[in-house]
């Protein structure tokens, strides 16, 4: 076994604890796959992210798992992940782009410097809806008591999929309880349900709530994947269009505040960003 550099971050948080955890274990070439697994199920956090020397055209590679699987990408750790590796003086001091390799491939990453530190912003994969037949009788038990808005619910790919609807009221989504087994249910090989509504809180453009029983998580304190792709979804909808941004509020259900940072560029891709907060600095032996 060998020592290795440990990290554990609060990610989208503008204060300790209103995020989502991370835990980043750096230098995990030596780990194998298996390795990896035990060890982010044996943390018990939505994601672990292992950093690894990249290949040309990248700065670091990121090894994404939740406790029951790995993903070809996630949000909160690759967001999460580009912090770590500048905080780690891994690149120059002052970048202000790197380049992220994971399963979904090379993504850009921007690195703006300010009064909070870096912080980072990631062009996440595209994505589209997956062609599904439909499970009327599935969703309608997932979604029972929500007065759903204009979108139709459909099953969405960035790398990491996820059920997503609209909710017409933020107040009927923060209040909703959820059936989790039937949640768990949904087809389609999903890491759960997204939902999202009119925005509640000063500053943020939408309320969110993510699902994802089946990993082991009644409810995700904030989720990068699921609100790009729910971004995505609204960009594709007509009501998101080129050069607009806006903020996301999460987690407040679960004793968090989240705040997710979404923009759209002039190629139509959507950038996910916010704030880190380191919390535990060390080293793990596994």
Not at 153 to 167: C, F, I, K, S
Not at 231 to 239: I, K, V, Y
């Amino acid at each position: 076994m060998s020592l290795r550099r440990y990290l554990q971050l609060d990610v989208f948080a503008h204060r300790i604890g209103a995020g989502n955890p991370l835990a980043v274990v750096f230098d995990a070439q030596g780990l194998d796959d298996a390795a990896m697994q035990s060890f982010a199920a044996w943390m018990h956090l939505p994601e672990t992210v292992f950093l690894l020397p990249p290949e040309p055209g990248a700065d670091y590679r990121a090894r994404i798992f939740t406790p029951v699987r790995e993903l070809d990408f996630a949000g909160h750790p690759s967001v999460g992940a580009a912090w770590a590796v500048l905080d780690a003086g891994r690149v120059a001091v002052g970048r202000e782009t790197m380049v992220q390799q994971c399963a979904a491939g090379l993504l850009p990453v921007q690195v703006a410097h300010d009064a909070t530190g870096p912080r980072v912003s990631i062009r996440t994969p595209r994505a589209a809806p997956v062609a599904l037949e439909a499970d009327a009788a599935g969703l309608a038990a997932a979604l029972r008591g929500l007065p759903l808005g204009a979108l139709r619910p459909a099953l969405w790919d960035n790398g990491a999929r996820w059920w997503l609807a609209e909710v017409a009221d933020a107040r009927a989504l923060r209040e909703w309880r959820p059936d989790l087994a039937a949640i768990a249910a949904l087809r389609g090989d999903a890491l759960g349900l997204a939902l999202f509504a009119p925005g509640d809180v000063a500053g943020c453009a939408r309320t969110v709530r993510a699902f994802c029983p089946a990993d082991g998580f009644a409810e995700d304190p904030v989720t990068g994947s699921a609100n790009a792709a729910i971004a995505s979804a609204l960009l594709a909808d007509g009501r998101l269009r080129a050069g607009d941004s806006y903020c996301a509020s999460q987690g407040r259900e679960v004793g968090r505040d989240g705040r997710v940072e979404l923009r759209i560029d002039e190629d139509g891709a959507v950038w996910l960003g916010g704030q880190v907060q380191p919390v535990i600095r060390g080293s793990v032996e596994w």
